[in-house]
């Protein structure tokens, strides 16, 4: 594999996994990042990453890192819209079967993985404008005007991947939208060890605590709430909350802090196609996630480490087969995965008060398992 001339496009979580492994087996990919420097790992919130995504960083001799700046997330909690509790999920299933289920702000992840990589490997402010196949190679022209062949393209620039329009006709990939959305913005308190989420009939309010800081998500019905704007919205939903649950109703005052609240519409995507020749997709330009489930990036992590693994065991000849492997054995458990958060949206993303209010009375008796039971198979490797 060492004179294997690899391109990665996209420096985010996927890509940076990726070249992280294949510097391990002793190949030095170029990878080239849209982002300016000075603008890179700015942005992002908070991450929950399963073990099926953390325990890519055992490999790369990162845990340490990664536990000194994460925290163990202990229990899921589901709440009325009012606040009050309708039922609390213990991890401990996942924590102590499989591993540490841990809150990490996007941006540490990243730097955890940057610390592997080296910035020398990325060239920012760049993207890939043509793929063009050649007899044993692609012919790569980026946004510079340089032309370059290489014997692996791996496409890792999200799930709005420009790239992939290069490589997949547009019957090839779709997108599911939700229709709903919302802000996300910090709340600079110390953490609790609990996710929160509050869920009524047009309504979503989320608690996500990382380390020295808890993410809220506030959000709706796009159409709706983009029509009221966030001030009016959040003072709906505050009103709703009863005075006996300080934490949400503080966690709204969060935004006042920030006066331009990235705001998020949930989607997804999926590739029907994972590869061409010796051209590859990987993370969410493979199959993207909704956040609902919390599995896009420590799915993106394991697939890197599938992709990879795969392909250090085959030649320059045979890339093709490898890539083949490669989707045989990642594309039906990504698309698990992906049902299971697409499953979890629709009963948390509900419109009618009646149907929210029949939702609430029958979750007490699902457990988390049975909630996420696609997502549990993956965990298990099926």
Same mark, same amino acid.
């Given at each position: ?102 809150? /990490? ?26 793929? #063009? ?25 999200? /799930? ?98 920030? #006066? ?18 010796? %051209? ?14 919390? %599995? ?23 890339? #093709? ?33 009646? /149907? ?27």
């Amino acid at each position: 594999m060492q004179n294997l001339k690899t391109l990665i496009v996209g420096a985010g979580v996927a890509g940076l996994t990726c070249a992280a492994l294949l510097i391990n087996q002793g190949i030095e990919p170029l990878i080239l990042e849209r982002e300016k420097k000075e603008d890179f790992n700015e942005s992002g919130y908070m991450l929950g990453l399963l073990p099926l995504g953390g325990r890519v960083l055992n490999t790369l001799d990162a845990r340490k890192d990664y536990f000194e700046n994460s925290i163990q997330m202990e229990s899921y909690e589901i709440h009325r819209a009012d606040g009050t509790l309708i039922k609390n999920y213990p991890l401990n299933f996942i924590n102590e079967k499989y591993g540490s289920y841990r809150g /990490i702000t996007r941006t540490g992840l990243i730097d955890i993985l940057l610390r592997k990589v080296g910035q020398d490997k990325i060239k920012f402010n760049t993207t890939v404008t043509a793929l #063009n196949d050649q007899p044993e190679s692609t012919e790569v022209t980026s946004s510079s005007g340089e032309i370059e062949n290489f014997d692996l393209v791996v496409i890792a620039d999200g /799930i709005h991947s420009e790239t992939r329009k290069l490589m997949l006709n547009q019957d090839e990939y779709d997108y599911y939208d939700t229709g709903w959305g919302g802000w996300v913005t910090w709340f600079n308190k110390n953490p609790i060890s609990s996710y929160k989420e509050y869920w009524g009939s047009k309504a979503f309010l989320g608690l996500y605590p990382v380390k020295d800081k808890i993410g809220v998500f506030l959000g709706g019905p796009v159409d709706n709430i983009k029509k009221k704007g966030l001030n009016v919205f959040r003072s709906e939903v505050k009103e709703s909350i009863s005075s006996n649950y300080k934490l949400p109703r503080q966690a709204l005052h969060s935004f006042d802090e920030n #006066n331009e609240p990235f705001f998020w519409e949930f989607q997804d995507c999926r590739s029907h196609i994972w590869y061409k020749k010796n %051209v590859v997709l990987l993370g969410d330009a493979a199959t993207g996630f909704l956040p609902t489930a919390g %599995v896009g990036a420590s799915m993106a992590m394991d697939s890197a480490a599938a992709l990879v693994d795969e392909l250090s065991r085959v030649d320059k000849a045979h890339i #093709n087969y490898g890539l083949k492997l490669y989707k045989s054995r990642q594309k039906g458990r990504a698309e698990k995965a992906q049902k299971d958060s697409r499953n979890l949206g629709k009963m948390m993303f509900i419109k009618s008060s009646i /149907i929210s209010a029949l939702r609430n009375k029958i979750l007490p008796f699902y457990s988390l398992q049975r909630m996420l039971a696609d997502l549990s198979e993956v965990m298990e490797g099926k």
